[in-house]
């Protein structure tokens, strides 16, 4: 019983580099989240996508950008590293997004920005 | 934005000892989660409360939705090792494309 899976589960980047993360659901959930967490911050949206082929911003999108072309997939891109990106990044999913339907996290990608 | 305040950021307490975290919001909430996070692992759902008043518990963890729907606060009781974690708190407004607003966690640590 997989649930949500994050891949690479830690990267180290130059400054400029692009790369991909990915995340994976086997719960046929509607919703997928993006996320960074960093030391005081708490858990932050990145973006979010509430069906196969949608997308949209949350809270921190700058310098971001995401994909959902099958349901149980959903990727974070980083066109060009900052250090500023330095985090641990953390994928969710949900039935739907709204009371009663809690979401599940994978185990967090770490990424550092040299 | 809005936010959840969680304090202080970190708990320091004795195995066997009980534990109480509070999460306050200037704002209403429907929905309030308690999440733990391991080290090195993604949060975990300990308890959701859908209702004001509501007071739920789930083996030594108890959690209550604040009659004033503006907080929430979780209880440890009988602290054993494996406790130690960072406890977030969630919330959750009406409206169907509503996003959870986080806390910004409490890292507890339990001395054997």
């Known amino acids: 019983n997989a649930g949500v899976t994050q891949t690479p589960k830690f990267r180290v980047l130059k400054t400029g580099q692009s790369m991909t993360l990915l995340c994976a659901q086997d719960m046929n959930h509607e919703y997928m989240y993006w996320y960074r967490q960093d030391p005081g911050m708490g858990l932050r949206l990145i973006h979010y996508?509430?069906?196969?082929?949608?997308?949209a911003k949350g809270e921190v999108p700058d310098g971001y950008n995401v994909s959902r072309l099958k349901k149980q997939n959903f990727l974070l891109g980083l066109e060009s590293a900052a250090p500023s990106q330095t985090s641990v990044y953390f994928c969710?999913?949900?039935?739907?997004?709204?009371?009663?339907?809690?979401?599940?996290f994978g185990d967090g990608t770490r990424l550092s920005i040299l | 934005g809005q936010q959840l305040n969680q304090s202080p950021q970190s708990m320091f307490i004795q195995e066997g000892e009980d534990v109480s975290m509070n999460c306050t919001s200037s704002s209403i909430f429907n929905t309030w989660l308690w999440y733990k996070q391991d080290p090195g692992e993604g949060p975990v759902l300990l308890i959701a409360l859908y209702k004001a008043g509501e007071l739920t518990s789930n083996g030594r963890l108890t959690a209550q939705f604040g009659i004033t729907r503006k907080d929430s606060f979780l209880n440890i009781s009988a602290s054993i090792p494996s406790d130690v974690g960072i406890y977030f708190c969630?919330?959750?407004?009406?409206?169907?494309?509503?996003?959870?607003?986080f806390g910004k966690g409490i890292t507890l640590s339990v001395r054997p």
């Open positions: 969710a999913s949900s039935y739907i997004d709204g009371s009663n339907q809690p979401q599940h």
């Open positions: 969630a919330g959750q407004k009406a409206g169907a494309n509503s996003k959870l607003t």
């Open positions: 996508s509430v069906g196969e082929g949608t997308t």
